[in-house]
């Protein structure tokens, strides 16, 4: 388990600096973008629930209180907006303005400090040791969400609630994936990038049931740079009917780190998923050799080769399960989700496949040696 490797974002989102938002970058705050402003992009707002947490709120450009909109959720909600954070607010109003995805209004929730209390559901010895004492207090910030959160929204802007996601990333992305699995009937997207799957020896992957009937629809990602393996989070959903690449999305980030860089060049892939103008149908694919170093056994190396899909509209997802090896020249050991084990001083070609996709691997001498 790859865990000394890992950021505690607690210390670094803490930190981060909380500016004041404006509407229409320096306009009145009362201002909305359906008055027809041509330099009225979008709207940015900050305000507190009555239970006391923080939010900042985006609304598209050309908001109409006669519309009713699909609500996004990010966790750490304190580096989603505004100069100095991801400044999410820009990658959306490009999206939206280039008709790659609908308008959606965007509600970031600052975590208040009680980043390791709400996003983490279970008890981890090796948290408490190397963080610090928590309390695992995920239900309850679920509760809030659901029942306090929600209803405050509804009340106050146009809502398809039918079409809610929530989204984050490392313990936020962990409790994001979370929250979709076990509140299905609420969350139909969930968006885990870099989640801490980890917690708890991988127990997120007891998680998943038979009741995702409803069109629900999951992205979890991971850069091979901060290594945690994810496919058996897949595999379960694919086994509980959540097909991959139509309800179901993984995707391995070759050589990323566990970083905001990284993320923000990410988000754009879940958005397209969930709210994209067009269909992601496959369109391409390409397959990448790995060779991923263990984080806790010194020498030891994870070959791999990871089957990526590009879509019809830009979107990226592994799909590694759901290919199949055929070993054609050489000698090799093939597991059934890429991984390889053969003789580096030989050169092995294998043909990967998936669905009309067909795509013969060189594995030259001396690789991952």
């Known amino acids: 388990m790859n865990r000394s490797n890992l950021l505690n974002l607690a210390f670094i989102f803490s930190a981060a600096s909380l500016l004041a938002l404006t509407s229409c970058k320096d306009d009145p705050a009362s201002e909305f973008c359906s008055t027809g402003d ?3 992009i979008s709207s940015l707002y900050r305000g507190t629930f009555e239970n006391g947490i923080i939010y900042d709120l985006y609304l598209p450009p050309k908001y109409d209180e006669s519309e009713a909109y699909p609500l996004m959720i990010f966790n750490d909600g304190e580096v989603i907006f505004g100069s100095g954070s991801w400044e999410l607010d820009t990658i959306l109003d490009d999206m939206i303005t280039n008709e790659l995805i609908e308008p959606v209004i965007v509600l970031a929730l600052f975590s208040m400090g009680n ?10 010895s090796w948290i408490t040791q190397n963080w610090g004492p928590y309390s695992p207090r995920a ?4 509760d809030m969400v659901i029942n306090e959160i929600l209803p405050a929204m509804e009340a106050d802007y146009p809502l398809d609630l039918s079409r809610t996601g929530i989204a984050g990333v490392s313990l ?21 990038l870099s989640g801490s799957f980890w917690v708890a020896d991988y127990e997120i992957f007891n998680e998943v049931t038979e009741s995702y009937d409803d069109g629900q629809e999951f992205w979890f990602d991971i850069g091979t740079g901060e290594w945690n393996y994810y496919v058996p989070l897949y595999k379960a959903l694919d086994e509980a009917g959540v097909e991959p690449g139509e309800r179901s999305f993984y995707y391995e980030d070759k050589d990323a780190v566990h970083s905001d860089l990284y993320w923000i060049n990410r988000i754009k892939y879940p958005l397209q998923l969930f709210y994209g103008t067009s269909e ?10 790995e060779c991923i170093p263990s984080f806790t056994q010194s020498g030891l190396k994870f070959r791999r080769m990871n089957p ?3 879509t019809t509209n830009a979107v990226k997802y592994s799909l590694a399960h759901a290919a199949s090896y055929t070993l054609k020249v050489g000698s090799a050991e093939l597991g059934t989700e890429g991984s390889f084990l053969n003789d580096p001083a030989t050169e092995v070609r294998v043909q990967v496949d998936y669905l009309d996709f067909s795509e013969e691997v060189v594995i030259p001498m001396g690789f991952c040696r």
């Open 280 to 289: 992601a149908l496959p369109s391409s694919m390409e397959v990448l050799l």
């Open 115 to 124: 980043r390791n209390d709400w996003y983490v559901p279970y008890d981890d």
């Open 139 to 142: 239900s309850e910030y679920a």
């Open 38 to 40: 041509p330099d009225c």
């Open 308 to 310: 990526v899909i590009t």
């Open 172 to 192: 936020g992305g962990l409790v994001s994936t979370w929250m979709g699995l076990k509140y299905p009937e609420t969350f139909k997207y969930s968006a885990s």
